[in-house]
């Protein structure tokens, strides 16, 4: 098994991470913050705009079973790109839309998923997203982990 880690923000990381939970070959997620400037940035700190943090989500993932770059093509498919810092209720810059990438082929293959979605010309209008290195990851605190499944009622809202 090859396992790697992937990084995606895509607004909020409870729907990021449920989706990324459904993709086999996903061995785990956790949500968390990344891209911004602050050490150890609160949840609302984040999403109050003043850390520079997205919501993000950690996938590991085996990549004998799933590719980064069906991953990435997933991830234009689960929000959408092409609106800036709002996916859904969300706004703000800690919802905005980025692919994080850990090496050079991480980073090749999200712009290619990135040119893609453009290419297939989905909503109109090209995407917003931002093609970044992945930086520290902050792991937010144990109550957003897994939140849809501790409230399926909220599934609705989503």
């Known amino acids: 098994m090859k396992i790697q880690k992937a990084y995606f923000a895509a607004g909020s990381f409870w729907e990021i991470q449920a989706s990324y939970e459904e993709v086999k070959g996903v061995l785990a997620t956790r949500v968390g913050y990344m891209g911004g400037y602050i ?29 980064y770059r069906a991953l990435a093509d997933y991830f234009f498919i689960i929000h959408n790109p092409t609106t800036l810092n709002h996916q859904g209720p969300d706004e703000g810059p800690a919802f905005r839309s ?4 850990m090496n050079l082929s991480q980073k090749k293959a999200a712009f290619l998923a990135k040119e893609k979605f453009d290419a297939d010309n989905i909503y109109h209008k090209p995407s917003v997203t931002h093609i970044r290195p992945a930086d520290k990851f902050y792991i937010a605190d144990e109550e957003h982990q897994y939140f849809l499944e501790k409230h399926p009622e909220l599934l609705d809202f989503c």
């Open 39 to 67: 050490s150890y940035p609160s949840h609302q700190d984040v999403i109050r705009g003043l850390t520079g943090h997205a919501q993000t989500v950690e996938v590991l993932f085996n990549e004998e079973a799933v590719s």
């Open 98 to 101: 980025v692919l994080f990438y």
